[in-house]
């Protein structure tokens, strides 16, 4: 297993076909999979117009307002209609269903997970204390405001903006705020056993 560490800062921005906004990419397994080959993926994304949300067949999704106004999703058959507009709480559904996104006001940027049903479930948490993050084959943990200390095999600081991911795990840490109102973000990735 090998740790990756990334600067959000410097992830580079791809912009989106319908000219609505941008991805950056921090992570996607197995590595170098295209948009219809990864198992989980992991992005930052800019919204800065309203427009229908892209659509991906047999993929779970959890989405996170990280700055700005939020926009409000809404299906067509009216099962979701959810107003993404406070910071650092995960929404999770379905990505095939076919979204209409409204702005709430300015550009919004939101952090994405993306998992392919059936194979894997991630579970998304937003930390603001000294919290345990157990160990999982497959993660991501990401400093969203102030600095951290992660305990593992070794000992590791992330500032704001800063974090890493590994794969082919298992791995786990200890996560401890070393300023006020700090928060993280931990992405853990389980394998799903499939039913006989």
């Known amino acids: 297993m090998r740790i990756h560490r990334f600067d959000t800062a410097a992830l580079a921005a791809t912009p989106w076909k319908n000219g609505g906004g941008t991805t950056r990419e921090i992570a996607a397994w197995p590595e170098g999979a295209g948009i219809d080959g990864f198992d989980w993926r992991v992005s930052i994304a800019t919204i800065d117009q309203a427009g229908p949300f892209s659509s991906f067949a047999g993929v779970d ?55 392919r049903r059936g194979r894997l479930r991630a579970e998304v948490r937003v930390l603001a204390g000294d919290s345990p993050v157990g160990a999982a084959p497959a993660g991501l943990l990401l400093a969203l ?48 056993t499939p039913s006989t």
């Open 145 to 192: 405001r102030g600095r951290w200390q992660l305990q593992g095999d070794d000992t590791t600081t992330l500032e704001p903006g800063a974090g890493l991911w590994w794969a082919q795990g298992p791995a786990g840490w200890h996560a401890t705020p070393l300023d006020a109102e700090a928060a993280l973000v931990a992405v853990r990735f389980e394998a799903l």
């Open 61 to 115: 999704r959890v989405i996170m307002l990280l700055d700005g106004s939020g926009v409000r999703l809404r299906s067509g058959d009216g099962r979701i209609d959810h107003r993404l507009d406070r910071p650092h709480a995960p929404f999770a559904f379905a990505g095939d269903v076919a979204l209409d996104c409204e702005l709430l006001g300015g550009t919004s940027t939101d952090f994405n997970v993306m998992t």
